[in-house]
């Protein structure tokens, strides 16, 4: 048995998570249930602020909400002293109705509506990462008709090919994201961005991809882009306030990965501008990050109960249980791996080595393949480690399946942060055929 996070076996020899007993709230709660370890997430994140501070480097570190966001998990970020990524209305909602301070709110999005700019604008947020032209010159129109300054980064997309899943790489040049910046279009916006009144451009952001476990991607992107600012420096005269360099700091989510120590990502990162910096014309900007799986991901554990199983001979055993794509839609769509134990049994030997499916009508819809557990059945718990990063975030209610409760757990201390959703939830926005007008014609 492997634990991950901070969890631990307490006397009754059950599966603890921030010194609450997981079968104590599964009875409470119900399942599938995500239960957070927020010790760990102060932890990580005073880890990441603690780095800069000792490099003594001004900067931010902004929790990329996507990662997990709910009010709860926005207050935790502010009571850290994050800043924070938004990329949608929905999230910048969130933020907003968890008090975040607008100043620290960064906007990402590679289409921002001109309802979501004016959103941002109508809360003055601290900045807006513009992502492409069209943006660009939207984002100037509306801010010069609101005769309204607002600060922008510019994302560019250095050219690296980051060594991670296809599906969640974005620092290529063949990307949806940013401003290409090899071939001119990154120089371009910077340009016009620099002509306007209104738009007052801190300086560069990229983000080459997710779940990354070396730091050359983060050095060779740090090189390209400080060797443009450079160039600019003399051709524009442009001085960058800031260089964000996104986020994408690998976790483990099973034996065989091999992330480095956050702090090694950043000391790393850190310590090669500060070297390009030195042999250029610039004055060092501030650092800006903005991690989401490693705050989250491993402080996150999700609990479900075992249901029916099923033995194809001589091939495998399934074991289903009662949650899967809808709670955790990463294994169907990145094939990510996950480890995971029985909470109500932890350190019972293992038997044997079962294939845990989820409940969803789909053959993908597969939690974990060969994963060595005790002899499991109905009654059991089954608690999937890593699951605090992209997992409630992505969930979904395919089948109709309600989303999971969401619960903190504390020094002993649960707080019921993100109810269950019901049946009564999942119609609410429907009508039935005799309530539903008809609305094209007269
Ligand atoms: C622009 C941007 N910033 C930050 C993140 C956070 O990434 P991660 O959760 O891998 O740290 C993402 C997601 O990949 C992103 O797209
Ligand atoms: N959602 C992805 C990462 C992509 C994040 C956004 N760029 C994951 O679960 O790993």
Sequence with gaps: MHLYGTGGVNERG????????????????????????????????????????????????????????????????EQEGLSLDVVSAGELYTAIKANFPTERIHFHGNNKSEEELHMALDYDIGCIVVDNFSELTLLEEICTNREQKVK?????????????HDYILTGQEDSKFGFDLINGQAEAALRQALHSEFLEVLGLHCHIGSQIFQTTGFLLAAQKIIGKLSDWHGSVGFQPQVLNLGGGFGIRYTQEDDPLPASQYVEEIVREVQNLIADSDLVMPEIWIEPGRSLVGDAGVTLYKVGSEKEVPNVRKYIAVDGGMSDNIRPALYEAKYDAILAN??????????????????????LIWDLPLPKAGRG???????????????????????????????????????????????????????????????
């Design 152 to 164: 922008i980064l510019l994302r560019v997309t250095p050219g690296i090919e980051a060594h991670t």
């Design 14 to 77: 059950h599966l603890e998570i921030g010194g609450v007993d997981t079968i104590e709230l599964i009875e409470q709660f119900g399942t599938p249930l995500y239960v957070y370890d927020v010790e760990l997430i102060r932890e990580r994140a005073r880890g990441f602020k603690r780095t800069f501070e000792e490099l003594g480097v001004t900067a931010q570190v902004a929790y990329a909400s996507k990662a997990f966001s709910s009010i709860a998990m926005i207050q935790l970020a």
């Design 380 to 442: 059991d718990v089954l608690a999937v480690f890593c699951t605090g990063a992209y997992g409630y975030s992505m969930s979904n209610n395919y089948n109709r399946i309600p989303r999971p409760a969401v619960v903190f757990a504390e020094k002993g201390e649960a707080r019921l942060v993100i109810k269950r959703e019901t049946y009564e939830d999942l119609i609410h926005l429907d009508l039935a055929l005799h309530e539903a007008a008809v609305v094209n014609k007269e």
């Design 345 to 366: 049994r932890p350190l019972d030997p293992v038997e044997e080595t079962v294939s845990i499916a989820g409940k969803c009508c789909e053959s993908g819809d597969m």
